[in-house]
């Protein structure tokens, strides 16, 4: 019986740290797009340049709008 309950304890644990884990990463991965988003303004603008298209400013506005929606 002793054996079953260290068993108990060690999986109980693990799955403890697995999920606090998880939601640490997460906080830690949100805090780092927000301070280093993977897309800027200049390399949409360079995208569109390249597809043929000459961008405006409210183009570039709501692509980075969209892209935001996503990060949060």
């Given at each position: 019986?002793?054996?079953?309950?260290?068993?108990?304890?060690?999986?109980?644990?693990?799955?403890?740290g697995a999920v606090?884990?998880?939601?640490?990463?997460?906080?830690?991965?949100?805090?780092?797009?927000?301070?280093?988003?993977?897309?800027?303004?200049?390399?949409?603008?360079?995208?569109?340049?390249?597809?043929?298209?000459?961008?405006?400013?409210?183009?570039?506005?709501?692509?980075?709008?969209?892209?935001?929606?996503?990060?949060?």
């Amino acid at each position: 019986m002793a054996l079953f309950l260290d068993i108990l304890k060690v999986v109980v644990g693990f799955i403890a740290g697995a999920v606090v884990g998880f939601f640490i990463a997460r906080n830690y991965m949100k805090k780092y797009m927000k301070k280093n988003p993977p897309i800027n303004e200049q390399m949409i603008k360079a995208m569109m340049t390249q597809m043929g298209r000459t961008p405006s400013q409210k183009q570039v506005n709501q692509m980075m709008k969209s892209m935001n929606k996503y990060m949060d």
